[in-house]
T-cell receptor, first 110, second 111 residues
Framework: DADVTQTPRNRITKTGKRIMLECSQT?????MYWYRQDPGLGLRLIYY???????NKGEISDGYSVSRQAQAKFSLSLESAIPNQTALYFC?????????FGSGTRLTVV | EDQVTQSPEALRLQEGESSSLNCSYT??????LFWYRQDPGKGPEFLFT???AGEEKEKERLKATLTKKESFLHITAPKPEDSATYLC????????????FGTGTLLAVQP
């Protein structure tokens, strides 16, 4: 099994719909992150969490919310999806040595 | 503002043709510089972490070096399986583990 698992892998949704992307990790790390990747813009941080009770906004948090259900689970929600949220979304976890990324969720908002 | 710039955006090499990828960075204080490899449809895969100017690390055909302003990823005698996007990221001192990524270099190695 992968160290960081993201579901779904692909999703097409309509404008205005609520959608949740899920992430679970088996690394046992406290720190988890959500990034989005757009062509020409690189990976940008949406939200990060250093433990279950600590959640922080990243550089592009508007339009997103997160929930840290347990040490191993960190979900990202789009309350009302819009087309410019079409992107590749990555969850990651880290310790003092480095980051481990999931395989990503490709989200298309039509 | 902390910033990472990678060049070139894309690079096409013949198998066996060595080259280098560049990562220039501006950061208030560098905690670490990271290189990742990303294959299509997959998440970034960790390659190296460099912490101080003058440091070098190697893995198979890849060698990463670091100065106070930039890092290079040298690819020696590349093979088609080295084709991927290579991402550079920096972590600033006091940035509590947040990474700032460059936009990547898309490397294509032709047989």
């Amino acid at each position: 099994d992968a160290d960081v698992t993201q579901t779904p892998r692909n999703r097409i949704t309509k404008t205005g719909k609520r959608i949740m992307l899920e992430c679970s990790q088996t690394k046992g790390h406290d720190r988890m992150y959500w990034y989005r990747q757009d062509p020409g813009l690189g990976l940008r941080l949406i939200y990060y969490s250093f433990d279950v009770k600590d959640i922080n906004k990243g550089e592009i948090s508007d339009g997103y919310s997160v929930s840290r259900q347990a040490q191993a689970k960190f979900s990202l929600s789009l309350e009302s999806a819009i087309p410019n949220q079409t992107a590749l979304y990555f969850c990651a976890t880290s310790d003092a040595i480095g980051y481990t990324f999931g395989s990503g969720t490709r989200l298309t908002v039509v | 503002e902390d910033q990472v710039t990678q060049s070139p955006e894309a690079l096409r090499l013949q198998e066996g043709e060595s080259s280098s990828l560049n990562c220039s960075y501006t950061v208030s204080g560098l905690r670490g510089l990271f290189w990742y490899r990303q294959d299509p449809g997959k998440g970034p895969e960790f390659l190296f972490t460099l912490y101080s100017a003058g440091e070098e690390k190697e893995k198979e055909r890849l060698k990463a070096t670091l100065t106070k302003k930039e890092s290079f990823l040298h690819i020696t005698a590349p093979k088609p399986e080295d084709s991927a996007t290579y991402l550079c990221a920096v972590q600033a001192l006091g940035a509590t583990n947040k990474l700032i990524f460059g936009t990547g270099t898309l490397l294509a190695v032709q047989p």
